[in-house]
């Protein structure tokens, strides 16, 4: 009998709870009869297919989280802990990934490792058994079927989104499978995408709309297989696999096969608008909206603006209303919790907050005015010395007058952060209680958890997640991590619209003033009205991606977006601000210096086109398969 190993890192307590997912078989090894011989092992073997997603936003997380321009930790942990940094700092090479996607083994220690192509191979298992298993109710059979095709679309997406054109796999490859068949080349990047979509069409023909029971959360849905597809074709209409010849022109299989179609097609974002819609209206009409807390109802316009924005991530236990898809995980949020807070002590302390996340400043300056626009649009803005100290206020005008947005997410000196269910006032110059340390009157760089920019990060810490200094012990507010959500798909329909007629139509504005009402915005009409109208070609477009960032700040979407509009290469090497923060009175902090003159990782921020657009296939996969090619620049 054909054995298989379970991989049972199931779907961590989908439920916010105790679960006994981890019980599939004695010693983790089953034959394939074990495994489907009743609905009760086929269902943990369900768990195990989820469990290869793994835990996207621990502190130790790959790049899409912190390898952007919007947020990052402070520079003394290392690699081995912050796997992002092998890409800021060029240590990515075919022999040493820290992110390998491909097989669970071979990355550095501390590296991110994920076999998505065994969870492929476990899904087409379930597809091939499942009839066998006995009196399976017609719930199951339909819903299984659903979820297995979904996560063998999500595990070929996530890895066409690093790698770009991947190895598909659309069937279960026996174990006496023939090299040819073992041994696949690289499948054409089109072609990826319309098979990754299609297994999304098949699971949205089987899945729910929604899971009506709390304790499944977490699982596929028909909105989730919508909203993937949306963002799958999203990404394959941008300029970075859109007829890109400057960096795949030379991509092809040892056949000459060409990998990447060079020839731009205006009717991908025509296809990536209809997919948005599509995902909009099946959303909407399945109950999904953004989420507003009732409890915000009486405050005024702005205020309701800050809290609803702040409140739609750290609220809910899960926020079923808006995220179509989410990552419970308690531990994930804990941590990120805990290396976001302020410091609430001193001395120095490495129990409680850690201060280890920070944000930088093309995120801050990216923000809009109170009036919805652009820092350098807006009339009460334009042309001012926004890095002047205000002294009746106690910071600096670039803090002064933003929008909603801003406030519930960054916190910075003589700012606010609600934590430890009171509000702290930020007192962050050099020395102070959320400054950087000093000793004997200078910084202490022996000292790990310091604010290296001058910003901190607000949008993840809940008011009333709280540290005991007594018992040295965290009493969080868990809540689930949105992987996709409403929000984005308006966006997305906003972006593919423009680029694609060239103007925003009836219904961009429409999804444009949802996402702005939400956060207590004005209509994008009534912001541009004060510039004198809305803007139209390159200046529009930037428009557009500023709304995306500014509503998608630190959820991970940095890292994707300024990669697929080949803006990553600008945005990377760009001078990033930061306050001095080893400055002791305003004079001194409140002074314009180079994040790079507080980092204290031994290497220097780099980034290098074509290469770092992509991540390379590791060296130990093309040396089992020889008919992989490898990305350009590696």
């Known amino acids: 009998m054909k054995k298989i190993q379970i991989i049972l890192l199931a779907f961590a307590c989908l439920m916010f709870g105790s679960c006994n997912y981890l019980d599939v078989v004695p010693d983790d090894t089953a034959t394939l009869e074990d495994a489907f011989k009743n609905e009760e092992n086929a269902q943990k073997f369900i ?3 989820y469990g290869h997603i793994g835990n996207m936003n621990r502190y130790w997380i790959p790049g899409q989280i912190f390898g952007g321009d919007d947020c990052i930790t402070n520079s003394k942990g290392t690699t081995r802990w912050f796997a992002y ?3 800021i700092y060029g240590e990515e090479t075919a022999n040493t990934t820290y992110h390998n996607f491909m097989r669970a083994t071979g990355s550095p220690t501390g590296g991110v490792s994920y076999d998505y192509y065994t969870a492929i191979r ?7 058994n499942i009839n066998d298993i006995p009196n399976i109710s017609e719930q199951n059979l339909r819903e299984w079927q659903g979820e297995a095709w979904f996560m063998i679309g999500m595990y070929h997406w996530w890895m066409l989104e690093f790698y770009g054109p991947i190895v598909i796999v659309d069937h279960e490859i026996s174990l006496n499978a023939s090299e040819e068949e073992l041994y696949a080349p690289r499948t054409p990047f089109d072609e990826c995408v319309n098979f990754i979509a299609d297994c999304f069409d098949k699971a949205i023909t089987f899945l729910p709309a929604r899971q009506q029971n709390i304790k499944w959360y977490g699982r596929a849905t028909a909105a989730a297989a919508y909203a993937f597809k949306a963002r799958l074709l999203l990404f394959a209409a ?17 056949d000459g096969t060409p990998l990447v179609n060079t020839t731009y097609d205006a009717e991908k974002w025509k296809r990536a608008m209809d997919a948005a819609q599509q995902a909009i209206t099946f959303c909407e009409e399945n109950g999904y909206a953004l989420y507003t807390n009732p409890a915000n109802a009486t405050m005024d316009t702005f205020e309701r603006g800050v809290n609803n924005f702040h409140d739609f991530l750290v609220e809910p236990r899960f926020n079923d209303i808006e995220f179509l898809w989410g990552y419970p995980h308690n531990n994930s949020q804990e941590e990120i919790q805990r290396r976001s807070g302020i410091r609430t002590i001193q001395p120095y302390s490495t129990n409680g907050w850690m201060t280890n996340f920070q944000v930088l400043f093309p995120a801050v300056e990216s923000y ?5 626009l652009p820092l350098e649009d ?3 803005t334009k042309g001012r010395n926004l890095y002047a100290y205000n002294a009746l206020e106690g910071t600096a005008e670039l803090n002064l007058n933003r929008e909603p947005r801003f406030y519930a997410c960054v916190s910075y000196d003589g700012g606010e952060f609600p934590m430890d269910g009171t509000v702290y006032k930020v007192q962050a110059k050099a020395g102070e209680i959320h400054g950087y340390t000093m000793s004997g009157g200078s910084p202490d760089m022996t000292k790990e958890y310091n604010c290296e920019t001058g910003y901190f990060l607000r949008k993840f810490i809940h008011k009333d997640t709280s540290y005991d200094q007594s018992t040295k012990a965290f009493a969080y507010h ?6 996709i959500r409403m929000a984005e798909l308006y966006l997305s329909y906003v972006e593919a619209e423009f680029e694609y007629t060239g103007h925003l139509g009836i219904t961009s504005l429409e999804y444009l003033n949802l996402v702005r009402e939400r956060c207590g915005l004005p209509t994008f009409q009534q912001s541009w009205a004060l510039a004198g109208g809305i803007p139209t070609g390159d200046k529009l477009r930037q428009v557009l991606h500023a709304e995306r960032n500014n509503e998608l700040m630190f959820e991970g979407h940095r890292y994707r977006d300024m990669r697929r509009w080949m803006d990553a290469e600008k945005c990377m090497l760009a001078e990033w601000k930061c306050w001095n923060v080893w400055g002791s009175t305003a004079a001194d902090y409140y002074t314009i210096k180079h994040w790079e003159d507080f980092d204290m990782h031994e290497g220097k921020r780099t980034f290098e086109s074509p290469r770092h657009y992509l991540l390379p296939i590791p060296l130990a996969e093309i040396q089992i398969n020889p008919n992989l090619v ?5």
């Open 47 to 49: 768990y195990s297919i």
């Open 85 to 87: 940094k092998s890409m």
């Open 122 to 128: 476990y899904c087409y298992m379930l597809l091939n």
């Open 238 to 254: 941008s300029p970075l696999f859109n007829g890109n010849a400057k960096f795949y022109a030379d991509l092809k299989n040892s």
């Open 368 to 372: 809009f005015t109170k009036n919805g």
């Open 378 to 380: 807006d009339p009460l």
């Open 478 to 483: 868990n809540y689930a991590w949105p992987l």
């Open 630 to 634: 490898q990305n350009p620049g590696y």
